[in-house]
């Protein structure tokens, strides 16, 4: 199957600095990428989805200035926090859409694990 | 706004039994349906996705149905294993510029 990366797995930052994350699509192109949050015990929040070439679009309720999105290759999209504060502490993860012979399924990343302190 | 719900939330069963996690969606207008697991501190790993238009996928132990009319799908574990011990998620797609929409798993215990 199709392959998405993440780098890095994990992160502690202090409060007040940017963190930035990137997702990777390993052996297939993806002009859409997907940016989900995860907190302890609970499902994925998709935060914002990534198209290449385009402006990101943002689901209601996440701060556009604070998650910075770029989707600049059809291989890699970044997500950066920036001033990043404790509670923005959480599981981080990225998704790939593969449209072919994928049947547009979603191939999901490892996840990055942010503390910030 | 589609929801899609998952039953039971959590399930201990003992090595070697078969079991079945449920899921349901209220608009039938999908595109696909995925399952996936999910291991503690990992990202997720996908298991079996269902096109609208099947009616079940395997593979290997799993297998996954989906009755779209009535807005449901299971995912038959057979012989359970404890290393199949994990978070169980579905998601639905509808298409397009669609998201995938997710239920909030079954936590699966696998006691040896």
């Known amino acids: 199957g199709a392959v998405v990366s993440q780098h890095p797995s994990w992160v502690i930052c202090k409060s007040g600095t940017s963190v930035k994350i990137e997702c990777r699509s390993l052996?297939?192109?993806?002009?859409?990428m997907f940016w989900y949050r995860q907190f302890p015990k609970q499902s994925l929040m998709l935060m914002a989805t990534s198209n290449e070439g385009s402006k990101a679009t943002y689901e209601q309720g996440v701060e556009k200035d604070k998650f910075l999105i770029n989707h600049a290759s059809l291989t890699l999209s970044t997500l950066t926090v920036t001033s990043a504060h404790p509670e923005d502490s959480s599981f981080y993860i990225c998704?790939?859409?593969?449209?072919?012979?994928?049947?547009?399924?979603?191939?999901f990343g490892p996840g990055t694990r942010l503390t910030v302190l | 706004k589609q929801e899609v719900t998952q039953i039971p939330a959590a399930l201990s069963v003992p090595e070697g039994e078969n079991l079945v996690l449920n899921c349901s969606f209220t608009?039938?207008?999908?595109?696909?349906l995925q399952w996936f697991r999910q291991d503690p501190g990992k990202g997720l790993t996908s298991l079996l996705l269902?096109?609208?238009?099947?009616r079940e996928q395997t593979s290997g132990r799993l297998n996954a149905s989906l009755d779209k009319s009535s807005g449901r799908s299971t995912l038959y574990i057979a012989a359970s294993q404890p290393g199949d011990s994990a978070t169980y998620l579905c998601a639905v797609f509808k298409g397009g510029s669609e998201k995938l929409v997710f239920g909030k798993g079954t936590k699966l215990t696998v006691n040896p």
């Open positions: 608009d039938s207008a999908i595109y696909n």
């Open positions: 052996d297939f192109q993806a002009t859409t």
């Open positions: 269902i096109q609208s238009s099947q």
């Open positions: 998704s790939a859409f593969h449209g072919g012979n994928y049947y547009n399924e979603q191939f």
